[in-house]
């Protein structure tokens, strides 16, 4: 792993209905690296992400930019290290404000971190360029482009200040699969070009693991499993990306069925949060918390019951 | 992903940028392509606005001055085209000396109750739960009173005269508008361009001018323009009550008030000054209609 | 399409046949015709997958089976149901056929479920209106048995809940209860899963075949996802700009692809094995409602392979194997191999 970008350590979030979204939650994302995020609705991977983006702030833990703890930056560096620290958001149709053009929404962007009105369009024409739109975009309005086009333009504006993460928050599930595909293709070749790390977040595992280095599955508010994609979809270690894996259409072997929902995260289990779900629960499994542990280099595993030995690569 | 802007996406930009020159230019073509409500609503004010603004060199007489010789003579008499009132005065130019004070009493407090009201409903759909509960609330407790009771309340307490109208006029109107500007508010909020503004770095005070001003103003101007009308109205009316303009100041409301009296000898003279209300207030409502259809982003009126 | 071309080897022996469907929306403005003419048949106790993206007009050629929309819609072409011709049926006599031999599970079950009544009494007067049970009573033992059936641990405590006090998976389990309630001999399932997390979604589209076993019903399945095919389907039907491109069984389509573009779509799906940054793709977008159809075949302005003819003609479906048909003259002479590497 590289020199750490976003080292985010312990965070946690309770919302004012007592649903606990985020229970103690750590991870750190290299300079030009992809991590991911995967889960089922109401893991927290969203809640996760906007406290890393200082849309929400977090009750308890600290986060590391560049060095720099963030958790309590005041107003002014706050706003030099949002230029640093973009995002993608989930829903073409209202990332962008319906009543601005595409430009328009940009330039809001650059003029927040200075930028000269005279450059703005030379500049905004070079983004939408670079996302494969060209610069005749910037004048059309939201309503004109078709999803797979906003969710473009949404890049060509998370990259206009040359950020070092960018979030992408479910950016491409509500894309066609060919566009999903177009989409998917230019955020790798931006990394490439510019070398800016994501967090990439999404329910769609072949996604994650198709665009991250590093995967972080999520249950129910907390890590339960984390390590590089291609090892943790050949090999997964916890009961829950077992079942998860094996549960995407189309995957091969025989299918790990779990049974029921997923418990209220307003009311989760004792101990640990999988187990009403989890063929291979033993007693234990309801007293104690089960902690993140290190199975293998660079791989955690939040389960009493996984072995070491089941983990190794064969 | 270069080749991925294909020629269908080509097309797609060359069908649009040939559309762009006009969008900004104000050809006749434009404005025949303007809903019918703005032309129609648009043309009537516009006509009153000139006919307020021109008062002194159109009115055929001075509308003060009176005669006890010319009292009460219908519409249509030669020298009178709308007739007299009680006091001998010309109707005509009592109508359109009046226009000033009317039309004032109704723009000016819906201007400063959209001002008011707009930030009040941001503040308040922007706001936490609590600081919304309080102003809304607060607001509701002015919309319970029926507007027209609590113009009259608020008339009587300040005494009459145009600056108290235009008060009076505003406090009624704030609570409508307040709650139009928070729903949209509270619609906006949550949507993932607001997210994206926040990361930008940008201060409350620019997100709220560029990102959330723009969504909230089209409807507020709809309603606002609407509500003219309803001002024309009320503001008639407290005139109508003695708690509008001083006589012998001529204006719409004090004007059906005099001739009032005369309802059974001159039945057609007592209708002049309604209508006059009724057109202006009309015209309003059919403006905004209008402004609905020409600030919906979406219509593509250009085909 | 004529009806001499329409029925083939695709509708005989059918239990639903729908022959050059077609289904236009019309308003004041502007006419979309989102189904051009679509033939299929399917088989008793088979699966159809009908496979599209947004706009290919999967969606309404389903509803229009059932005849769900009428304000703005103009139908055209014949759905058959064993002897019933369900396209000329009048409008009281199409709500004996839906929810009785034909029946739907939405998209999102909170659409067909009653936000106000409680999910028990909604089956039971399913079941009563249909005839299937006349006696309050046994309705609602066999309402009982329903959602025990369809896998829900507390059946006595859902009878009792408002839709809204169920989890999403819960709530689809329901919608498909009522939908299966008179043992439909067709039931459609418009995107069932989509709104679904993975896991609850494996357990929804086993329930599917579960019951399919148990009813012996056919089951169209409306799905953009080439995964959820594949898992379920006897048959894809691959729709592109309200046409059929495709249509064969899930082996055929999904392995041996005919259509280029059903090849890129199936290619556009990362696997394991696909390197990162260089995912097939399809350049451009599908056409949208708005957008004027082409002359020839609508994939054309997308396709790698397409001929000066392909632009002036709609290339018909012919069969390129047994029970497989695909509508394009370039590809029949291509191996396989090669259409794989179709959107490079």
Same mark, same amino acid.
């Given at each position: ?314 | ?303 | ?90 409008? %009281? $006599? +199409? &709500?004996?056929?839906? !929810?009785?031999? #034909?029946? /739907? *599970?939405?998209? @999102? ?99 599917? %075949? $579960? +019951? &399919?076993?148990?009813? !012996?019903?056919? #089951?169209? /399945? *409306?799905?953009? @996802? ?106 029949? !002479? ?11």
């Amino acid at each position: 792993m590289g020199e750490p970008l976003l080292v985010a350590e312990h965070l946690t979030k309770r919302f004012p209905n007592g649903v606990l979204a985020v229970d103690d939650v750590s991870l750190t994302i290299a300079k030009g690296e992809t991590v991911g995020i995967v889960g089922e609705s109401g893991c927290g991977k969203s809640t996760t992400a906007r406290m890393i983006l200082r849309l929400l702030s977090p009750d308890a833990g600290s986060m590391q930019f560049a060095g720099e703890e963030i958790g309590m930056l005041g107003r002014s560096r706050l706003r030099s290290l949002r230029a640093k620290l973009q995002l993608v958001p989930q829903n073409p149709q209202t990332s962008f404000n319906p009543r601005l053009s595409i430009g328009s929404s940009i330039a809001f962007n650059l003029q927040s971190h200075g930028w000269e009105k005279r450059r703005l369009s030379a500049r905004i024409g070079e983004l939408l360029d670079r996302v494969g739109l060209g610069a005749s975009y910037s004048s059309r309005y939201p309503h004109e482009l078709s999803g797979g086009q906003l969710q473009r333009a949404a890049i060509a504006r998370a990259l206009c200040t040359d950020p070092e993460l960018v979030v992408c928050d479910e950016a491409v599930s509500a894309l066609d699969k060919s566009v999903q595909a177009q989409v998917l293709n230019l955020l790798v070749e931006l990394q490439r070009e510019s070398g800016v790390a994501y967090l990439f977040i999404s329910h769609d595992l072949t996604v994650v693991e198709h665009l991250s280095d590093r995967v972080i599955v999520m249950y129910l508010g907390r890590v339960v499993e984390e390590g590089p994609a291609a090892e943790l979809w050949r090999n997964p270690a916890h009961p829950y990306t077992k079942a998860l894996l094996s549960a995407s259409p189309g995957a091969a072997g025989p299918r790990i069925k779990l049974e029921g929902d997923p418990p209220s995260p307003a009311n989760p289990p004792s101990g640990c949060c999988f187990r009403t779900r989890c063929a291979i629960a033993i007693n234990e499994c309801a007293i104690e918390r089960p902690r993140l542990r290190e199975t293998a280099p660079s791989r955690r595993v939040a389960c009493l019951r996984a072995e070491p030995a089941l983990i190794s690569a064969p | 992903m270069s080749e991925a802007t294909t020629a269908y996406d080509m097309a797609a930009e060359v069908h649009v940028t040939s559309g762009q020159p006009e969008r900004r230019s104000w050809h006749l073509s434009r404005v025949r392509a303007l809903p019918p409500g703005v032309l129609i609503g648009g043309g009537i004010v516009s006509i009153l606005v000139i006919v307020a603004i021109a008062a002194p060199l159109i009115a055929p007489d001075d509308p003060q001055a009176g005669s006890l010789l010319t009292r009460l003579q219908g519409v249509g008499t030669s020298g009178h085209l709308l007739g007299t009132d009680g006091q001998g005065r010309d109707v005509l130019s009592r109508l359109i000396w009046g226009a000033r004070p009317s039309l004032i009493a109704g723009i000016v407090p819906v201007a400063i109750a959209g001002v008011i009201g707009t930030a009040l409903g941001a503040i308040a759909g922007f706001g936490g739960s609590r600081l919304r509960t309080l102003l809304m609330r607060s607001l509701d407790v002015l919309y319970a009173f029926p507007a027209i009771l609590l113009a009259i309340a608020i008339g009587a307490t300040l005494g009459p005269g145009l600056t108290n109208v235009i008060v009076s006029l505003s406090v009624i109107l704030i609570p409508p508008i307040a709650r139009i500007a928070e729903s949209e508010a509270l619609r906006i909020r949550s949507l993932d361009f607001m997210d994206a503004a926040r990361t930008s770095g940008a201060g409350w005070i620019r997100i709220g001018l560029r990102q959330v001003l723009p969504n909230i103003a089209p409807p507020v101007i709809v309603y606002c323009t609407a509500l003219v009308g309803l001002a024309i109205v009320y503001a008639a009316g407290l005139s109508f009550l003695g708690l509008g303009i001083v006589p012998p100041q001529p204006d719409w409301g004090g004007t059906l008030n005099d001739l009032r009296n005369n309802l059974f000898t001159q039945p057609w003279l007592s209708l002049v000054p309604a209508a006059a209300i009724f057109i202006a207030s009309a015209a309003f409502n059919i403006l905004g209609d209008g402004l609905r259809e020409l600030l919906d982003v979406r219509a593509d009126r250009a085909k | 399409m004529s009806t001499a071309v329409a029925m083939d080897e695709r509708t005989l022996g059918a239990t639903l046949t729908v022959d050059d469907l077609k289904v236009t929306f019309a308003n004041k403005r502007q006419r979309v015709e989102a189904v051009r003419g679509v033939t299929f048949g399917i088989a008793p106790g088979r699966t159809l997958a009908l496979l599209g993206e947004s706009g290919s007009g999967k969606s309404a050629s389903a509803r229009a089976i059932m005849h769900l929309d009428n304000r703005g819609v103009e139908l055209g072409g014949q759905v058959r149901l064993g002897d019933t011709i369900v396209s000329a049926l009048s409008e %009281s $006599e +199409l &709500q004996k056929v839906r !929810g009785g031999l #034909i029946a /739907m *599970v939405p998209q @999102d079950p909170t659409a067909s479920l009653d936000p106000l009544r409680r999910v028990g009494a909604q089956i039971v007067e399913v079941l009563r209106v249909h005839g299937i049970e006349t006696n309050r009573r046994a309705a609602r033992d066999s309402a009982m048995n329903l959602l025990s059936r369809v896998g829900i641990p507390d059946p006595s405590r859902v009878m009792r809940a408002f839709p809204h006090e169920l989890s999403g998976g819960m709530r689809q389990r329901a919608a498909i209860a009522v939908a299966v309630a008179c043992r439909p001999t067709v039931l459609i399932a418009d995107e069932p899963t989509t709104a679904l997390d993975v896991t609850v979604q494996a357990q929804v589209l086993e329930l599917f %075949s $579960e +019951l &399919q076993a148990e009813v !012996g019903m056919s #089951i169209i /399945m *409306v799905t953009h @996802d080439v995964g959820v095919a594949r898992e379920i389907a006897d048959y894809v039907a691959v729709m592109y700009a309200g046409r059929l491109v495709e249509i064969g069984s899930v082996d055929d389509v999904l392995e041996r692809p005919a259509h280029p573009y059903t090849a890129a779509l199936v290619d556009s799906v990362p696997t394991p094995e696909t390197k990162r940054g260089e995912l097939h793709v399809i350049p451009g977008r599908p056409p949208g409602p708005g957008d004027t159809p082409q002359t020839g075949c609508d994939f054309a302005p997308r396709c790698k392979f397409a001929i000066a003819s392909c632009m002036t003609m709609p290339p018909p479906l012919v069969p390129v194997g047994t029970g497989h048909l695909a509508a394009c003259p370039v590809v029949d !002479g291509l191996v396989p191999a090669e259409l794989a590497g179709v959107a490079v």
